[in-house]
Antibody, heavy 120, light 108 residues
Framework: QVQLQESGPGLVKPSQTLSLTCTVSGGSISSGSYYWSWIRQPAGKGLEWIGRIYTSGSTNYNPSLKSRVTISVDTSKNQFSLKLSSVTAADTAVYYC????????????WGQGTLVTVSS | AIRMTQSPSSFSASTGDRVTITCRASQGISSYLAWYQQKPGKAPKLLIYAASTLQSGVPSRFSGSGSGTDFTLTISCLQSEDFATYYCQQYYSYPPWTFGQGTKVEIK
């Protein structure tokens, strides 16, 4: 059973960089059949896809966030990471990591989510 | 980006009811649509993909239909554990993959 777990600071100051890591267990992140995605959800609102990475390091980002987002992968640790720069209060949200199937871009396994608050 | 619009945004229903949620895409997406269920404080759970294919382990009271721009999620006999928020997601065109705004099913 694949499990994903987000980790990182729960509080980030405005203008700084949000950094989160997702640790995958129960399966290899190097499996060729999946992308690894980040999705966020502001309180009481809907879901926003942030971006994804393949085991090779190839990435795709949401155009609305592209200038501020970097997703990276560390296959030796079975982890992938998110960096979001120049954060504002609008970036306050629960951040999820998720496994995305390659054959159909659906998210079949999710982490439990981690709340990141942007505040001074 | 393709815009996904769900209706209604919320409604109340009783256990045993048959309920239908609608999702409309701003352009045709063939059958590249998924449905998720989210309970408070939890991550979304995949229910249906390819508009009508039930994810493994999901009860058969859930069903999906539609293609092109109009889709529905039906729960044939609402159970207590089905009170949740439901989201549709298109995976026809990216970036980005996009979700509907959600439909909250509440207890009447």
């Amino acid at each position: 059973q694949v499990q994903l777990q987000e980790s990182g600071p729960g509080l980030v100051k405005p203008s700084q960089t949000l950094s989160l890591t997702c640790t995958v267990s129960g399966g290899s992140i190097s499996s060729g059949s999946y992308y690894w995605s980040w999705i966020r959800q502001p309180a009481g609102k809907g879901l926003e896809w942030i971006g994804r990475i393949y085991t090779s390091g190839s990435t795709n980002y949401n155009p609305s966030l592209k200038s501020r987002v970097t997703i990276s992968v560390d296959t030796s640790k079975n982890q992938f990471s998110l960096k979001l720069s120049s954060v504002t209060a609008a970036d306050t949200a629960v951040y999820y990591c998720a496994r995305e199937r390659m054959v159909a871009a659906i998210f079949d396994y999710w982490g439990q989510g981690t709340l990141v608050t942007v505040s001074s | 980006a393709i815009r996904m619009t769900q209706s209604p945004s919320s409604f109340s229903a009783s256990t045993g009811d048959r309920v239908t949620i609608t999702c409309r895409a701003s352009q045709g997406i063939s059958s590249y649509l998924a449905w998720y269920q989210q309970k408070p404080g939890k991550a979304p759970k995949l229910l249906i993909y390819a508009a009508s294919t039930l994810q493994s382990g999901v009860p058969s009271r859930f069903s999906g239909s539609g293609s092109g721009t109009d889709f529905t999620l039906t729960i044939s006999c609402l159970q207590s554990e089905d009170f949740a928020t439901y989201y549709c997601q298109q995976y026809y065109s990216y970036p980005p993959w996009t979700f509907g705004q959600g439909t909250k099913v509440e207890i009447k």
